[in-house]
């Protein structure tokens, strides 16, 4: 089974979880259960940055951020990947830190413990020393640092397309099968 748990946090970037829902949305052969988790201030952002609450209008799994009873908050609800798009710095620091003060930290904390994937794809920069140590201890955990740094090798024209370059990337790095451009190919 594949079970994937997508977080979306505070941090500017509401392009890149749409188009990740999207695309998952596309592909749902690929995947048996898709579980979101939305802070309060990227609801904020999303309907700042794309004019409306149109993360409502996807078929997924809505879990609150305080709901511990949630199945990917213990390693035995088997969920195999974590993507955290955007991840704001103050998550990537609890993470970083082992605190589990909400489930989206839980959810991060249990997948590193149990060797699954987890994605935290940052979008702030500069980076200052505490976020690059944050980032190396999650990546020394196990976890996978994948910037939102957009690839121009397919020629994109739109800010939708640039954002999908980053998307693809992370879709690539949780193991689906998608079609996106290749170098060489």
Not at 24 to 48: C, G, P, R, Y
Not at 121 to 132: A, E, G, K, M
Request: include cysteine; aromatic fraction near 8%; charged fraction near 20%.
């Amino acid at each position: 089974m594949n079970k994937i748990v997508l977080a979306i946090t505070g941090a500017s970037g509401s392009i890149y979880p749409k188009i990740v829902l999207d695309k998952l949305s596309a592909i749902k052969n690929q995947w048996d259960e898709l579980a979101v988790v939305i802070t309060e201030n990227a609801k904020q952002i999303w309907q700042t940055e794309l004019g409306k609450a149109s993360y409502e209008n996807y078929p997924v799994i809505y879990y609150d951020k305080n709901n511990f009873s949630a199945p990917f908050a213990s390693g035995s609800g088997q969920y195999n990947t974590m993507i955290i798009m955007p991840c704001s710095m103050g998550t990537l620091g609890r993470i970083a830190s082992g605190v589990s003060n909400d489930l989206i930290t839980r959810a991060a904390d249990v997948v590193l413990k149990e060797r699954r994937k987890l994605i935290c794809v940052v979008r702030d920069t500069p980076f200052n020393l505490i976020h690059i140590r944050n980032m190396e201890t999650i990546t020394l955990a196990g976890g996978i640092i994948c910037p939102a740094s957009p690839s121009f090798y397919s020629n994109p024209q739109t800010a939708e397309e640039i954002a999908a370059t980053v998307v693809d990337r992370v879709l690539d790095l949780a193991g689906f099968d998608i079609k996106t451009f290749r170098w060489g190919q």
